[in-house]
Structures are given as C-alpha cells and as structure tokens.
C-alpha cells in the first residue's frame, strides 16, 4: 500500500507545472485521503534522487518551504523555486494564493 501511495503523490507532483506550488494537503485530498499531509510529506522526504519529481514544489498549506531541509545545499528548494519565477523571503512564498496550483482528484 505504502508504495503505490507514493508513486500515486508522484504522479501528482510531477503534474505541477513550473512556476507554481502545491500543498502536501491538496496532494492527499486530490487522491481522496486528505487527512493523509503528513504521509505526503513522507513520500516527499523519500523521492531523493528521483528528478522526475519535483518535490520543490510542494509546500506547506501556508507556503512555507517546510522540507527545505531535505534538499542539499542550504538553499537549494529556494533557489529551485527562485529559477521558475517564484519569489520567497524568509522562508515563505511570496503571493502564494497567485503561485497555488490545485490537483485534480485522481481515481484511486
């Protein structure tokens, strides 16, 4: 189960087009299981390496860079972000309403 849920938040992620975010809660309620953030976040935290998904461009539901801490580099989920035309001071998107991409519900 755990590993077809990760590939099913992938599929998402890798949906999100450049120059926008998305939230760990919007990826679980687009698959139907939103209380499951914090499971996101897992796959999230577990798809190092893998640069066909880009998990740079899932925040927190606030826009907060809150897994900025799995990226090497001390910046690098900031300077990702920076490259497609997103501002962030301190930490937090810049007009994240405007940056927010919305995922459509997926089938199980």
């Not at 740079?56 to 809150?66: K, M, Q, T």
Request: glycine share 8%; with cysteine; net charge negative.
């Amino acid at each position: 189960m755990e590993e077809n849920f990760f590939e099913r938040v992938y599929a998402i992620a890798r949906q999100i087009p450049e120059g926008k975010v998305t939230s760990y809660g919007a990826i679980a309620k687009a698959l139907g299981t939103a209380r499951s953030a914090r499971m996101v976040g897992w796959a999230m935290n577990a798809c190092h390496g893998r640069e066909d998904v880009p998990a740079h461009r899932v925040v927190n539901r606030i826009g907060v860079l809150s897994g900025k801490h799995h990226f090497e580099g001390t910046n690098l989920m900031q300077q990702l972000l920076e490259n497609e035309g997103i501002e962030v001071v301190d930490n937090q998107i810049v007009d994240f309403e405007k940056h927010f991409w919305q995922p459509e519900m997926t089938k199980p």
